[in-house]
């Protein structure tokens, strides 16, 4: 698990060095590739796995850099 | 109507009136889902959003849900209660403001009310996208404030509150591939219990007696997260996450989800997924109690669990040109089998759950 989440870190910040250029985003702009994908969708699905699960959370996290908005 | 559910109302209301005014990207949505498992128990799910931008870099929002429960499970024949129906409405609002400069502030609120609960949750986040919005920072607070009451018992009330704070990033690592990391510590304190749940002692093989569940009035609770969002090839992409959850209970879980987008057409794309779960129970939790202990619960979601789910999901999204004032109009369908096995739950080995969801949207 320590190393998944180092080679995550590593990952991310090679990719800050990368630096995707706006005219780049074309791919990341489509509904497929969206962090927060359906809100109504996020809201019911939580609810169910809620109810029927001990564990819960790190449902809120904010996606970005599509510079579709 | 108490303060709380006056003022509750009071902000849809006033961000009803907010959205309508906006002249720019209103978007309404609806949502009816429907759960149901062979342990006894359905549940209807309608919900309503409506969203707008008043002004440039403002956005302003209101939801409804309702869940329409009818239940009879193993949870309420195991507490001599053997059928019960209630429904739960759920309202929240949301605003926030994106500067010139990609800096968002943000807050929200939720209230919800059902027969023998009441929850008002105020929320505020900020977030921040840095090296030419390559990356993405944000960090939320919410505190919900609950008072838990039983059916048909007036004089009965306790007190909850759930802190909750989340930190996460996103970072888009290619042209076609964004990666997502958050963190979430849940932090409650106040009654917890179920007032319709009941343990049970055995001794000598049969069972003694029955003591109303009772479980640690605090409760530190922390989930990590990482998403990884790749376009594979043509229209195939793929969506696979990881969670690792904790708690002072004892519980430590374990998430592994994947999903794969096939994309017919610009408008269209068919989802599938696949998500897998599980868990160790908490500390105090027995598959039978042979003596009365401090803390003891009869909660099968406290107990060890894995859990499989399989779906698939369609969603159509038509939009048009420019300057039309109709600009999108959507229709997406889900349905999803969920099965729970329980090592060490008595009355249920096992739970098989069918979830079906129908949404439309329309922005103008």
Redesign the interface.
């Known amino acids: ?1 320590k190393r ?2 180092a080679l ?2 590593l ?2 910040l ?3 060095c ?5 005219w ?5 702009a ?6 927060e994908g ?4 996020a ?2 699905e939580q ?3 809620a ?15 599509c ?1 579709c908005n | 109507m108490d303060r709380k559910a006056f003022f509750a109302r009071a902000c849809v209301v006033g961000l009803l009136f907010a959205t309508g005014l906006a002249h720019a990207q209103q978007r309404g ?3 009816f ?1 429907v ?1 149901a498992d062979d342990d006894g128990t359905l549940v209807l ?1 309608p ?1 309503v ?1 409506v969203s707008g931008t008043p002004v440039e870099g403002a956005t302003v929002g209101a ?1 409804y ?1 309702a ?1 329409i429960v009818s239940a009879s499970s193993t949870d309420l024949v195991s507490a001599a209660t053997k059928h019960f129906e209630e429904r739960r409405d759920d309202v929240s609002g949301n605003l926030s403001y994106t500067t010139r400069s990609y800096l968002t502030l943000g807050g929200a609120f939720d209230w919800s009310r059902e027969t023998d609960y009441r929850s008002y949750t105020p929320s505020a ?1 900020v ?1 921040k ?1 840095l ?6 920072l ?1 960090a ?1 607070y919410a505190v919900s404030l609950n008072t838990v009451g039983r059916s048909g018992d007036p004089g009965f009330s306790e007190a909850m509150t759930n802190h ?1 704070v ?1 930190l ?17 510590g ?1 932090f409650a304190r106040g009654f917890q219990a179920s007032v319709y749940r009941y343990a049970s002692v055995y001794q000598l093989g049969s069972l003694a007696f029955q003591t109303p569940e009772v479980v640690p009035d605090a409760r530190d ?7 990884l ?1 790749h ?1 594979l090839t043509g229209p195939i ?1 793929l969506h696979g996450d ?4 904790l708690d002072d209970w004892g ?1 430590l ?1 374990h ?1 592994v989800s994947g999903q794969l ?1 096939y ?1 017919i057409s610009k408008d269209l ?1 068919v ?1 599938f997924g696949e998500r897998a ?1 599980w ?1 160790t ?2 500390d105090f939790y027995a598959r039978r109690y042979e003596t009365r202990l401090r803390y003891m619960t009869s909660d099968k ?2 107990s060890p ?1 894995w ?1 499989v789910t399989t779906g698939v ?1 369609i ?1 159509y ?1 038509w939009r048009s040109g420019a300057g039309a004032l109709l600009s999108g109009l959507g229709i ?1 369908a ?1 349905v999803d089998f ?1 099965h ?1 096995s329980y090592a060490e739950f008595e009355p249920l080995d096992a ?1 098989n ?1 069918w ?1 079906g ?1 129908l ?1 439309t949207s329309v922005t103008f």
């Open positions: 698990m998944l989440i995550s870190v990952a991310a090679a990719g800050g990368a630096n995707v250029k706006p780049q985003r074309g791919t990341l489509r509904r497929c590739m969206a962090l359906d809100p109504e969708e809201v019911l609810h169910v796995f109810y029927r699960e001990g564990a819960a959370g790190a449902h809120g996290g904010r996606g970005g850099g510079g | 949505a609806t949502k889902g759960y799910s919900a959003t939801s849900l869940d986040f977030a996208e090296f030419d919005r390559n990356l993405t944000s939320a909750s989340t996460s990033g996103s970072q888009v690592l290619s042209p076609d591939t964004v990666l997502g990391l958050t963190w979430q849940q609770r922390h989930a990590a997260a990482v998403n969002h376009h992409y990881y969670r690792l959850y519980l879980g998430t987008f994309e794309f989802r779960h868990q129970g908490a979601e406290l669990l859990s999901k969603d999204l997406n889900k969920i729970v739970l759950a979830v969801e949404g």
